[in-house]
């Protein structure tokens, strides 16, 4: 269950995210919260572009999996996340619906997503190695670590629709490009974030390889080299398509990639249940075992020392690289 955090220092959060458990980020800003609401206007069409529906017109509960070692509490309520990180424009809108109650709009469902930056690198882990070959995070190789990039949460409306600006994510060692979200509920915004209530659904949001594949040759994603983890190859995503969280998508121009991305999605969830964000495919993508990740000479003294205590075994690992 999602609580309320009165110590936001930046010592206890990254204390906490090491052990597991997670606590409200420091200093956030409340730039952001006036885009908190998603837009109306063509909603409907939003919803049937991005149904995960059978041909009954049943909708589906979404495969719930793991969050992954990177989750950070108290993300800021906004719609733009991108916080001046470059990449490929993503428009993202994410219908809430419950499937245990014929697939009505899950309105005031709060929505979170987080994901890593053009070059593999997470807010508030930014020593953690993306694997491949990398620039550093910051062009003066300082490690912020306190950043709230590519993080933020969304207020779902009458219709269960939320809208974020963000990029596509760029990718790491060993998991292929993905978005990680959650469904939350019973909660309030409360000084710019959303506290309280439960998570209903923890979750994944995947890129098809093509489309994947051609936004990496652009720049700033071309910087990072190395193995990219297609689809079929990652240790999380099952191959089922939209329900198991496979985004479709539409180029804001049809021949030029940089020009940005629609993605839509539905979320079936179930309204009444909790979720630990424990779900299937491991720990989600921590480096593998061995990769360079400790923190570098001058990094906060609490900052983590490489990977996140939760790394996959080696199994995981290597069958997700292979």
Known sequence: MTGKHSD??????????VGGGVAGAGGLALAGYQGAFADEVGDAATAAA??????????????SVTEGPYYLDGALVRKDITEGKA????????????????????????????????????SGYTTANPGGSAPA???????????????GYQ??????????????????????CHIHVKVHTGGEKEDGTYEGGKVNYTGQLFFDDDVAEAIFELEPYAKHTGSYTKLDDDMVYDGGGASSGLLTLKPVHKSDPSKGYKGFITLGIDADAENDGAGSGGDGGTPPSGAPGDAPSGAPSDAPSGAPSDAPSASASESASS
Not at 50 to 63: A, D, E, F, P
Not at 137 to 151: F, I, V
């Open 8 to 17: 936001k220092s930046l010592t206890r959060r990254r204390a906490l995210a």
């Open 137 to 151: 995070e910051s062009e003066d190789g300082s490690t912020a670590n306190d950043q709230t990039y590519l993080r």
């Open 155 to 176: 207020i779902a409306n009458a219709s269960g629709v939320v809208k974020f600006e963000t990029i596509v994510p760029g990718w790491y060692t060993p998991r292929t």
């Open 50 to 63: 991005s149904s995960t529906s059978s041909s009954s017109g049943t909708c589906v509960l979404m495969s």
């Open 87 to 122: 990449g490929v424009p993503l428009t993202l809108r994410i219908t809430v619906q419950d499937t245990t109650e014929s697939c009505a709009p899950v309105a005031g469902a709060a929505v979170e997503i987080w994901h890593c930056d053009a070059w593999g690198y997470y």
